[in-house]
T-cell receptor
Framework: GQQVMQIPQYQHVQEGEDFTTYCNSSTTLSNIQWYKQRPGGHPVFLIQLVKSGEVKKQKRLTFQFGEAKKNSSLHITATQTTDVGTYFCAVPSGNTPLVFGKGTRLSVIA | EAQVTQNPRYLITVTGKKLTVTCSQNMNHEYMSWYRQDPGLGLRQIYYSMNVEVTDKGDVPEGYKVSRKEKRNFPLILESPSPNQTSLYFC???????????????FGPGTRLTVL
């Protein structure tokens, strides 16, 4: 089934620095979803990208879908302690409706 | 309030003692799913259900059973738990219309299971 590579696995940043996580697929994707899981919490849907080259913004978060629809990125500008958590991408899979990346755990040092 | 509920939230048990983790959603969602989350491995799907009486294996179904007798409930059954099933379990639901990969998944709060 579909596999998606998410990098980096961990990222430690100083508060105020930027952060980016990437999801890469070997095949063309119809869409990609992003979720955030706070420490001790459950994954919560952030956004879905569908169109080639699509860029969507949510306050300090910028989501991008690659032109070839094989990769996506989530960029956070000027991180805050409230950004701490694990960010997952999720993509369609042949075996199951959705498969999740392994996630990027973000730590923010105040 | 629209939500997915799971019970129990925490469970410590012993090898071989059958257990059931319940999952219920009040959003009239057709699709429900179970995941386990382990450090470094992300979220891995155990079983999913497209609708009542329809269930399918996910990526890691061994040692688990599910049933979908009612639309709102999707219990996860461990007939003979083993220590390698110690994990954090999440139930999720979404609308079942069209391509499911386009539908937002709503997750329950999680069940932390320890099998001794």
């Amino acid at each position: 089934g579909q596999q998606v590579m998410q990098i980096p696995q961990y990222q430690h940043v100083q508060e105020g620095e930027d952060f980016t996580t990437y999801c890469n697929s070997s095949t063309t994707l119809s869409n990609i979803q992003w979720y955030k899981q706070r420490p001790g919490g459950h994954p919560v849907f952030l956004i879905q990208l569908v169109k080639s080259g699509e860029v969507k913004k949510q306050k300090r978060l910028t989501f991008q879908f690659g032109e070839a629809k094989k990769n996506s990125s989530l960029h956070i500008t000027a991180t805050q302690t409230t950004d701490v958590g694990t960010y997952f991408c999720a993509v369609p899979s042949g075996n199951t409706p959705l498969v999740f990346g392994k996630g990027t755990r973000l730590s923010v040092i105040a | 309030e629209a939500q997915v509920t799971q019970n129990p939230r925490y469970l410590i048990t012993v090898t071989g003692k059958k257990l059931t983790v319940t999952c219920s959603q009040n959003m009239n969602h057709e699709y429900m799913s179970w995941y386990r989350q382990d450090p470094g491995l992300g979220l891995r799907q155990i079983y999913y259900s497209m609708n009542v009486e329809v269930t399918d294996k996910g990526d890691v179904p061994e040692g688990y059973k599910v049933s979908r007798k009612e639309k709102r409930n999707f219990p996860l059954i461990l007939e003979s738990p083993s220590p390698n099933q110690t994990s954090l379990y999440f139930c999720a639901s979404s609308r079942g219309s069209g391509d499911l990969s386009y539908n937002e998944q709503f997750f329950g709060p999680g069940t932390r299971l320890t099998v001794l």
